[in-house]
């Protein structure tokens, strides 16, 4: 396969161009380094099946040549990032999606948008399941990206009930691994840099609240998987594995062998009190499940930071 795909300097977009020149596709990356990073596609550029446009996907793209996917993977994704970045943000999630649809029509390819678990907001029932149909806070500070990405599903299927595309809805849910940013703003990547430091281990709240992580290498098995499908409904992509922030916090400083006193801070707006998700569509149909234990991607993670 010929694919493309956008936010591919990003961490998920990296982890998916290795993937997928590791079996021996071409892949074009387009990024702008908003948040991507370029050392994260370096390693990439001497492989002559990929090729990088540096180009800002909310104006208009085009990528010569046949091209088989498009995976539109561009935007923001931290609460750190998003919220400095709001109205790119939305503009990402509108306008971008809207010119990455554009170009998977024009070449017949099939599409996939990278959505997430906020399109349930804060959720009224636990574990989410694809039917539920979110409970989110249009204005609030996390509404640029919640509505971003919910905007992008209803366009996307949009494209597909009108122009009969074949479109892949992926939800992703909380994910880690090598090549996060130490300044992410997610637990993870803040927990280890606050270890590794020695400075205190700032939870949010009481610590109550709940995560269920995903180590990428699954996810990344997850999403080929559903690209190589035909489902065109949304499907949840995650690790139902449910752990309290403050369960997160304590098993990384243990494992990090870190002094860090964990402190409390006021919980942010809007922040979700429970996040785990069904899995059954993916089980059932794309025959896929996360495989990864939670120490063992904690420890590779630990050990990318450390570095």
Not at 17 to 30: A, F, S
Not at 86 to 111: M, R, S, Y
Not at 139 to 150: H, L, N, S, W
Not at 276 to 300: F, M, N, Q, T, Y
């Amino acid at each position: 396969m010929r694919l493309v795909i956008t936010g591919g300097a990003g961490f998920l977009g990296s982890h998916l161009v290795q993937h997928y020149l590791g079996q021996g596709h071409k892949v074009v990356v387009l990024d702008n380094f908003k948040t991507g990073r370029r050392e994260n596609i370096a390693p990439f550029k001497a492989n002559p099946r990929f090729q990088f446009i540096e180009r800002d996907v909310t104006r208009y793209i085009d990528v010569p040549g046949r091209v088989d996917a498009v995976l539109h993977f561009a935007s923001p994704a931290s609460p750190y990032d998003y919220l400095h970045f709001p109205i790119p943000t939305l503009k990402v999630g509108a306008l971008g999606t809207h010119n990455a649809l554009g170009l998977a029509k024009d070449k017949k390819a099939v599409f996939m948008i990278a959505s997430t678990s906020e399109v349930y907001g804060d959720p009224l029932e636990s574990p989410q399941k694809e039917t539920y149909w979110g409970h989110v806070n249009p204005i609030g500070p996390r509404g640029v990206y919640d509505e971003a990405k919910r905007f992008a599903e209803a366009m996307t299927m949009a494209y597909h009930r009108y122009h009969r595309m074949p479109v892949r809805i992926l939800r992703i849910f909380n994910t880690y691994g090598p090549r996060m940013r130490k300044n992410d703003g997610r637990a993870v990547p803040n927990f280890i840099t606050q270890a590794l430091a020695g400075r205190p281990i700032t939870v949010y709240g009481k610590g109550r609240q709940t995560r269920s992580l995903c180590y990428v290498s699954d996810l990344v098995a997850g999403i080929d998987k559903l690209l190589r499908s035909s489902l065109n409904e949304p499907v949840n992509i995650g690790n139902p594995h449910e752990l309290t922030i403050r369960e997160i916090a304590e098993t990384i400083k243990m494992m990090t062998g870190s002094k860090s006193k964990i402190i409390f801070k006021p919980l942010p707006v809007d922040d979700p009190h429970v996040r785990r998700p069904d899995i059954s569509i993916a089980r059932r149909e794309l025959g896929w499940k996360p495989v990864v234990a939670l120490k063992e991607g904690l420890l590779k993670t630990i050990e990318y930071f450390r570095g």
